[in-house]
């Protein structure tokens, strides 16, 4: 198996593609970036045999190994964005908690 296989079995140990927590909108796009993954994975299953062209099954199983890298990439920063959002409103909630106390004193 390819070395970018091993980075999306890394993301799923890590819960990059877990979606319990998410907003349904986010979770679905996570689910179906995952859903490419699985079939990209697939495609590179079923091309990782003997051809006859070897070179051009080895330039298809390294486009296929990029873009599984790629969705892993984004699906990362998806989830961080979604954590940074998540830390700025509570930041914000707190703040504006805070600007009514010190109002009602």
Known sequence: MAENHYAYAKALRDGVFE???????????I????????????AYN??????????????MLSN???????IVHEVTQLQERNRENIASRSQSHTEF????????V
Not at 31 to 42: C, D, F, I, Q, T
Not at 46 to 59: K, M, N, P, R, V
Request: charged share 30%; with cysteine; hydrophobic share 35%.
């Open 97 to 104: 908690r805070r600007e009514i106390a010190e109002c009602a």
């Open 64 to 70: 296929i190994d990029e873009l599984i890298c790629n």
């Open 19 to 29: 979606t319990d927590e998410l907003r349904t909108s986010l979770a679905q796009e």
């Open 46 to 59: 079923a091309l990782d045999a003997y051809f006859t062209s070897q070179s051009e099954t080895s330039d």
């Open 31 to 42: 689910k179906n970036y995952e859903r490419a993954v699985m079939g990209l994975s697939s």
